[in-house]
């Protein structure tokens, strides 16, 4: 059982919208929906930002929007502003006999 | 508010064992799942363990046999015994909190780094 594969960087111009995606299998991503995603600025603690494939933690923007379709969770963030660059990561819930929780690769999120 | 604060990290010889702590406050700690995750410096995060409000436990292959998760509900403490540690074992280790009826952490420490170094 390896890691979810997410892109290594997607980058953005303020105000604009982008996804990332997190690409696991029917043991994880695309079995259950206990799919979540991470934020993770430098030098600090992952701070969660979307559980249950789409629902959001109190407190979080709500331009954080989360989706599933098959294998494949999706993190979009709309109206993209400077403070959103920082590293994300999804995980799952796993049927693996040798796993019970997986991260995904992780992503940087550049601001331009 | 919730709190999980690390303690225990530091410099250990490779084949060495180290304890770490993890002291929650801010909820009901005996009615968390818990789980450690490490992240080596510059790589992404890594599942090492979790524990059930039951105490059953549950490990990856790569960790398996040398670690151990427990938790001690009357000090609301979670702790993770390392043993046969491994410059691969090299990471800063969090603990962070279940969302309630899933498997997923919400809330995280700040994390304690661990280095497993001759």
């Known amino acids: 059982q390896s890691a979810l594969t997410q892109p290594a960087s997607v980058s953005g111009s303020p105000g604009q919208s982008i996804t990332i995606s997190c690409t696991g299998t029917s043991s994880d991503v695309g079995g259950y929906n206990y799919v979540s995603w991470y934020q993770q600025h430098p030098g600090k603690a992952p701070k969660l930002m979307i559980y249950?494939?789409?629902n959001r933690p109190s407190g979080v923007s709500n331009r954080f929007s989360g989706s599933k379709s098959g294998n494949t969770a999706s993190l979009t963030i709309s109206g993209l502003q400077a403070e959103d660059e920082a590293d994300y990561y999804c995980?799952?819930?796993?049927?693996?006999?040798?796993?019970?929780?997986?991260f995904g690769t992780g992503t940087k999120v550049t601001v331009l | 508010e919730v709190q999980l604060v690390e303690s225990g990290g530091g410099l250990v010889q490779p084949g060495g064992s180290l304890r770490l702590s993890c002291a929650a406050s801010?909820?009901?700690?005996?009615?968390?799942?818990m789980h450690w995750v490490r992240q080596a410096t510059g790589k992404g995060l890594e599942w090492v363990s979790a524990i059930g409000t039951a105490g059953d436990t549950y490990y990856p292959g790569s960790v398996k046999g040398r670690f151990t998760i427990s938790r001690e509900n009357a000090k609301n403490s979670l702790y993770l015994q390392m043993n046969s540690l491994r410059a691969g074992d090299t990471a800063v280790y969090y603990c962070?909190?279940?969302?309630?009826?899933?498997?997923?952490?919400?809330?995280w420490g700040q994390g304690t780094l661990v280095t497993v170094s001759s």
């Open positions: 249950d494939v789409s």
């Open positions: 995980s799952s819930y796993t049927s693996s006999s040798t796993l019970l929780y997986v």
């Open positions: 801010g909820f009901t700690f005996s009615s968390y799942d």
């Open positions: 962070a909190r279940v969302v309630a009826g899933t498997s997923q952490p919400d809330y």
